[in-house]
């Protein structure tokens, strides 16, 4: 069922209008079932763990993570706790 992710995410990240999503996941089908599920409408990244997950959102600032909670290394619940800490990925959002 896997298929290779790599030439997908490229293909997937190219559009510019679309709003980025990180799925971030230690099991590669949740992954690739999550990327589908959102690729018409999104475009997607992936993050094998929660320091992967980390490093993306920072270097990439998505506009939506999906994230697991139990993951080896950084859990879910440190993904989030550090993104809110983290400036760059501490966004406020208002509604009026």
Do not use: W
């Not at 990240?13 to 799925?23: A, E, G, Q, R």
């Amino acid at each position: 069922m896997l298929e290779d992710t790599k030439g997908q995410e490229a293909a997937s990240t190219s559009d510019k209008s679309k709003p980025l999503v990180l799925i971030v996941d230690d099991n590669p089908d949740v992954r690739y079932y999550i990327r589908a599920i959102l690729k018409q409408h999104y475009k997607t990244s992936e993050a094998q763990d929660g320091l992967d997950g980390y490093e993306k959102a920072t270097d990439m600032l998505p506009d939506l993570i999906v994230s697991d909670v139990l993951m080896p290394g950084l859990d879910g619940f440190e993904l989030c706790r550090q993104l809110k800490t983290d400036e760059r990925t501490n966004v406020r959002v208002t509604f009026q």
